[in-house]
């Protein structure tokens, strides 16, 4: 009797360390932004290098000024938004992008990805998504913020195409872009290297830790202030003799 219970004590055990970790890296693939949210990219650079004339497509992308990513709307996974690319003779484009945070394959960069993963998480459940490779704390916008990293590496043409992409941990949004690939679109063949990066800048979906620590020293100034003049107008009250 001892001996079948240690059994089924044993394979408890057994089974309990098969499962519970399982248990504890389930995945919800949900997204961390909601209607209104927006995040600005106004650092971004385009660089060409190869041999004869620049492409006419890296010279205007050159000219962009910023990027912005507006929330639109969100259906359970799905999340649409508006992404608009400000040039520096004024003029816009915009075009709706819908999301989903619980099937993309990352096959080309995406501007949002679910919420609260971590390194080692498959990026959607998707058959043939990739995982993270890290996790780890930089700085964007005028905060530190804990960003999901996803570094791809395919190849064109027996070049390498290279992209990294950081994703906010806490809402999922990307928050920087590293591009490297060769010239794909001239004439369908790679006469050179075209670099893009891209950095956010600003957004209402955290607050620049500045302007926070700002707020809150205001705060306690404010009311060391008051309770300083309430002491003062105690103390020198005249006193009433009858």
Request: proline share 3%; charged share 10%; hydrophobic share 40%.
């Amino acid at each position: 009797m001892v001996g079948t219970r240690g059994k089924i004590l044993a394979l408890t055990v057994i089974v309990a360390c098969i499962v519970l970790p399982s248990l504890v890296r389930a995945v919800s693939y949900s997204p961390g932004v909601k209607v209104g949210d927006w995040i600005k990219y106004g650092q971004i650079t385009v660089t060409w290098t190869g041999n004869g004339t620049e492409p006419s497509y890296v010279t205007e992308e050159r000219n962009l000024d910023w990027a912005r990513i507006d929330v639109t709307g969100v259906s359970g996974t799905v999340v649409t938004l508006n992404s608009t690319a400000h040039y520096v003779n004024g003029t816009q484009m915009s075009q709706s992008i819908s999301e989903d945070v619980n099937s993309t394959t990352y096959l080309g960069s995406t501007y949002l990805i679910a919420a609260n993963l971590n390194s080692g998480d498959m990026l959607s459940l998707q058959a043939g998504s990739p995982t993270i490779n890290q996790t780890v704390g930089k700085a964007y916008a005028g905060a530190g913020r804990d960003v999901n990293v996803l570094n791809v590496t395919t190849t064109y043409q027996n070049q390498d195409v290279i992209l990294a992409t950081f994703y906010d941990q806490n809402t999922g949004v990307m928050t920087e872009m590293d591009l490297r690939t060769p010239d794909m679109v001239s004439l369908g063949t790679s006469t050179g290297t075209v670099e893009i990066s891209m950095v956010a800048t600003d957004t209402n979906l955290w607050a620049p830790i500045g302007y926070s620590y700002i707020a809150a020293f205001c705060g306690v100034c404010a009311v060391l202030s008051v309770a300083f003049f309430y002491g003062l107008r105690h103390i020198n009250r005249p006193k009433i003799t009858h």
